[in-house]
Nanobody, 124 residues
Framework: QVQLVESGGGSAQAGGSLRLSCAAS????????MGWFRQASGKEREFVAA????????YYADSVKGRFTISKDNAKNTVYLQMNSLKPEDTAVYYC?????????????????WGQGTQVTVSS
């Protein structure tokens, strides 16, 4: 079993920054991919970014590329999402997720564990 706990959400002005954290516990993560997804009100959940726990390869949605950075701290079993140059359209509930195996990282259906979500609100 894996437990994921997000933190760091909140409010920011357009152009500002926030950093989300996802603390993982319960199992070792050497073979996992960790992802961030978001869901805006009335919309479907969408992929934001992912990182391979082993090797650290990163993946980004086009909408956040160049503005968001995903990273990890192996010692703390924690994944971060640094969000810069925020836009009002980034407003959503952000979810951390863990994928046990596989090669697809941008499909929410491939992930096995999810956090409870954290709200990010960006005002213009």
């Amino acid at each position: 079993q894996v437990q994921l706990v997000e933190s760091g959400g909140g409010s920011a002005q357009a152009g500002g920054s926030l950093r989300l954290s996802c603390a993982a516990s319960g199992r070792t993560f050497s073979s996992y991919a960790m992802g961030w997804f978001r869901q805006a009100s009335g919309k479907e959940r969408e992929f934001v970014a992912a990182i391979r726990w082993s090797g650290g390869r990163t993946y980004y949605a086009d909408s956040v590329k160049g503005r968001f950075t995903i990273s990890k701290d192996n010692a703390k079993n924690t994944v971060y999402l640094q969000m810069n140059s925020l836009k009002p359209e980034d407003t959503a509930v952000y979810y951390c997720a863990a994928e046990l195996a596989g090669t697809v990282v941008d499909d929410a259906g491939e992930y096995d564990y999810w956090g409870q979500g954290t709200q990010v609100t960006v005002s213009s």
